[in-house]
T-cell receptor, first 116, second 114 residues
Framework: AQTVTQSQPEMSVQEAETVTLSCTYD???????LFWYKQPPSRQMILVIR??????QNATENRFSVNFQKAAKSFSLKISDSQLGDAAMYFC?????????????FGTGTRLKVLA | DTEVTQTPKHLVMGMTNKKSLKCEQH?????MYWYKQKAKKPPELMFV???????INESVPSRFSPECPNSSLLNLHLHALQPEDSALYLC?????????????FGSGTQLSVL
């Protein structure tokens, strides 16, 4: 069975600085999807970034980028030029591409604090 | 329209009440989900509907009863809940099977059971 591990329960970053959140996963599949979701205090889950495992190029979305290391089964999120609005809970998630499989496996989350 | 709309946003109910949570999306997604989330924890999958049929029931107690009347609507009927059922209930949808895999979440219903 697949697992997702986020080893940092809490992280802090100074406004305008860069922070990296870690995520590792375990799977025997060769193709899959990986995601980072953000959950601010409003508790709305927002997709930050998505990576397809067969794509070697790391996904980027504005100030957010990932470092996808397939062999190491690592999927870290880098937030550049951190802003106060980035303060949130961040969840890493895995999804199998198998047709008929609907389960998204979430990590335990990392709480990010942004210091002014 | 890339929204998943959930109502109500907040709900307080007694243990003998019957209530329903509603979820709606107009993105043409054929997979719809109910998640339960406790504070500071990841979402826990409860149910998945695919093409309006129940595909996954994660051994959820029968006091929770899902319903998918059509491809845009998802309900969660609640009856005889326990205080430990107090949580944030999140609805989500996805275009499953299209290669565009990602979950779109609603803003949730904060449920308190007294």
């Amino acid at each position: 069975a697949q697992t997702v591990t986020q080893s940092q329960p809490e992280m802090s970053v100074q406004e305008a600085e860069t922070v990296t959140l870690s995520c590792t996963y375990d799977t025997s599949e060769s193709d899959y999807y990986l995601f980072w979701y953000k959950q601010p205090p409003s508790r709305q889950m927002i997709l930050v970034i998505r990576q397809e495992a067969y794509k070697q190029q790391n996904a980027t979305e504005n100030r957010f980028s990932v470092n996808f290391q397939k062999a190491a089964k690592s999927f870290s999120l880098k937030i550049s030029d951190s802003q106060l609005g980035d303060a949130a809970m961040y969840f890493c998630a895995y999804r199998s591409p198998t047709s008929g499989t609907y389960k998204y496996i979430f990590g335990t989350g990392t709480r990010l604090k942004v210091l002014a | 329209d890339t929204e998943v709309t959930q109502t109500p946003k907040h709900l307080v109910m007694g243990m003998t009440n019957k209530k329903s949570l509603k979820c709606e999306q107009h993105m043409g997604h054929r997979a719809m989900y109910w998640y339960k989330q406790k504070a500071k924890k990841p979402p826990e999958l409860m149910f998945v509907y695919s093409y309006e049929k129940l595909s996954i029931n994660e051994s959820v107690p029968s006091r929770f009863s899902p319903e998918c009347p059509n491809s845009s609507l998802l309900n969660l009927h609640l009856h005889a809940l326990q205080p430990e059922d107090s949580a944030l209930y999140l609805c989500a949808s996805s275009a499953a099977g299209t290669g565009e895999e990602k979950l779109f979440f609603g803003s949730g219903t904060q449920l308190s059971v007294l």
